[in-house]
């Protein structure tokens, strides 16, 4: 399946106002969003984080990072690495308000398998 509707279908999980898949050198891949939004700007907030969050989990030795939030005052941004093909990935959404986070991250984990396969063709 294409990037795009695998990303349209993260835009419609209830919550979610944004979604976009960005390589490890902040280039979005592709984004979607439902207020029509520029994500052209996550890109380099997006590997600066990671590269932080990478920094972060190495000092404290407790593993891979899974999943990172960052919240902001329009809403929490919920970054989720991913790799395929030897390549580092991030998936990135905003959502609504925290009280959508369990539920976006619970449906996001079913999509995950299918994102990875769509930047690994």
């Known amino acids: 399946m294409k990037l795009k509707p695998l990303l349209q279908q993260v835009?419609?999980?209830?919550?979610?106002?944004?979604?976009?898949?960005?390589?490890?050198?902040?280039?979005?891949?592709?984004?979607?969003?439902?207020?029509?939004?520029?994500?052209?700007?996550?890109?380099?907030?997006?590997?600066?984080?990671?590269?932080?969050?990478?920094?972060?989990?190495?000092?404290?030795?407790?593993?891979?990072?899974?999943?990172?939030?960052?919240?902001?005052?329009?809403?929490?941004?919920?970054m989720t690495p991913l790799e395929a093909e030897g390549k580092e990935y991030v998936a990135v959404l905003t959502l609504d308000g925290a009280n959508s986070l369990g539920r976006v991250r619970f449906q996001l984990r079913k999509l995950l398998p299918e994102l990875v396969q769509a930047v690994s063709h």
Do not use: C, H, M
């Open 11 to 78: 835009l419609e999980i209830r919550g979610v106002k944004s979604a976009a898949l960005v390589d490890a050198d902040g280039l979005v891949l592709e984004g979607v969003s439902a207020e029509g939004t520029d994500l052209s700007f996550v890109g380099g907030a997006i590997a600066s984080s990671l590269a932080s969050t990478k920094t972060l989990a190495g000092l404290l030795g407790e593993g891979r990072v899974t999943q990172t939030t960052i919240e902001y005052e329009n809403g929490p941004v919920l």
